[in-house]
């Protein structure tokens, strides 16, 4: 999808790596990479569409939908179908009321290197933030002991 020669199983184990060696929930970085994958969509797409990206834990599997909020009176076409239009697809076979959501699925793309890009930048900055806040908890019960170390890198913010 963001990458067509990353195999989707190979998408989980890069996941479960970067989980293992930076010590983080495997669940912050699989949601990290959705949010990236919805920005990328936002921009193939549209935004003035409501769009969510999942990634299957299990089998890797990237799903893109469109999701649409059932009205009585449409104002937003982008994000809104009336009820009457929501209860005649003929694939749905439960009745359906106003609030309820629908998700169409959208095609699979290939977002390109800018959008890539800006997916590595969001996982990146999310995994930092993570690892930052792992750190902090490790360290903040250990106030006002005397504690040594090695410095590996330092970082000026």
């Known amino acids: 999808m963001l990458n067509r020669g990353l195999d989707k199983q190979e ?5 479960d790596s970067v989980a293992n060696e930076k010590s983080i929930d ?23 569409n409501e769009i969510e990206a999942q990634i299957d834990r299990k089998s890797g599997n990237i799903k893109i939908q ?12 982008a994000k809104e179908v009336s009820l009457k239009d ?5 694939k749905k076979k439960d009745v ?33 933030e ?4 792992r750190q902090f908890e ?4 250990k106030k006002e002991q005397i504690l040594s170390g090695v410095i590996k890198r330092q970082e000026y913010s």
Not at 103 to 119: H, K, T, W
């Open 66 to 77: 469109k999701v649409l909020t059932i009205v009585e009176k449409v104002e937003d076409p």
């Open 26 to 48: 495997k669940e912050l970085i699989l949601s990290s990479m959705e949010t990236a994958i919805q920005r990328a969509a936002y921009s193939k797409f549209g935004s003035e």
């Open 86 to 90: 929501a209860n005649s697809n003929p």
């Open 138 to 141: 490790d360290f903040k019960d």
């Open 11 to 15: 998408l989980l184990r890069v996941v």
């Open 96 to 128: 359906l009321k106003v609030g309820d959501k629908i998700y169409e699925e959208l095609p699979q793309v290939d977002f390109g290197r800018i959008a890539a890009q800006s997916a590595k930048q969001v996982i990146s900055q999310r995994v930092r």
């Open 130 to 133: 993570a690892e930052k806040n």
